[in-house]
């Protein structure tokens, strides 16, 4: 199995009302349950925007400093996530198939380039 990323970035969501929201809410929930049933579903969160943000933190003189703001300029801020452990690239396509159509926005697809660090793994291995 393969672990992917399956990620969209909060300027890809046009505005919506609350209700409209939790429409959208509902309809992932449904892909996600699935997820859970077929034990695919490693992680996922959604909601962050560029108002989520805690601070920034970059070395100086190999010390962690913080930043309360200005954040780092960029254009785009991470809207949501969830991460799979699939058998392909094929399979991880499905997933976010699903939740692009699901969500009405569009999603990105990473391939991890081996196993991650996490109670499902043991000593680094499915």
């Not at 990620?7 to 449904?30: L, Y």
């Not at 996490?118 to 680094?124: E, K, L, N, T, V």
């Given at each position: ?40 579903l ?73 196993p991650g ?10």
């Open positions: 199995m393969t672990e992917y990323l399956i990620t969209f970035n909060d300027e890809w969501v046009p505005e919506h009302t609350a209700e409209q929201i939790g429409e959208k809410s509902r309809a992932a929930h449904v892909v996600l349950r699935e997820m859970l049933a077929q034990d695919v490693i992680f996922t969160n959604g909601g962050l925007d560029r108002s989520t943000a805690v601070c920034s933190v970059e070395s100086v003189d190999g010390r962690p400093v913080f930043t309360d703001g200005p954040f780092v300029e960029t254009k785009e801020h991470l809207g949501g996530f969830c991460v799979v452990d699939v058998a392909d690239d094929e399979a991880a396509r499905y997933w976010a198939g699903r939740l692009a159509t699901a969500l009405d926005w569009p999603q990105e697809v990473h391939r991890f380039r081996g660090q996490s109670p499902r793994h043991d000593a680094g291995e499915k």
